[in-house]
């Protein structure tokens, strides 16, 4: 069994800033790939960033330049630093890890961009 506990968001005003986290405990071997999705109302779930056991990372082409994942293989945990936010970035954030047992997802946290 493995869990996954997010934090970090919040609301904040247009150009501002977040960081996220997510944690994962439980039954882990190794973690082969970490990333973000988010889900804004009426529509489809989407990635937003992801990283690889190697380091490696892609972002969805709205967030390039603002957004930074990393990961802490020591702790098991994958950040989302997002930077200069825009209205459109008002989501549910959720984490997703692929293990050597499968793939889980985080709850979701809450990100609004308003002014």
């Known amino acids: 069994q493995v869990q996954l506990v997010e934090s970090g968001g919040g609301l904040v005003q247009p150009g501002e800033s977040l960081r996220l986290s997510c944690a994962a405990s439980?039954?882990?071997?190794?973690?082969?790939?970490m990333g973000w999705f988010r889900q804004a109302p009426g529509k489809q779930r989407e990635v937003v960033a992801v990283?690889?056991?190697?380091?490696?990372?892609t972002y969805a082409d709205s967030v390039k330049g603002r957004f930074t994942i990393s990961r802490d293989n020591a702790k098991n945990t994958v950040y989302l630093q997002m930077n200069s936010l825009k209205l459109e970035d008002t989501a549910v954030y959720y984490c997703?890890?692929?293990?050597?047992?499968?793939?889980?997802w985080g709850p979701g946290t809450q990100v609004t961009v308003s002014s």
């Open positions: 997703r890890i692929v293990t050597n047992t499968g793939g889980y």
């Open positions: 439980g039954s882990i071997f190794s973690i082969n790939f």
């Open positions: 990283i690889t056991s190697k380091g490696s990372t």
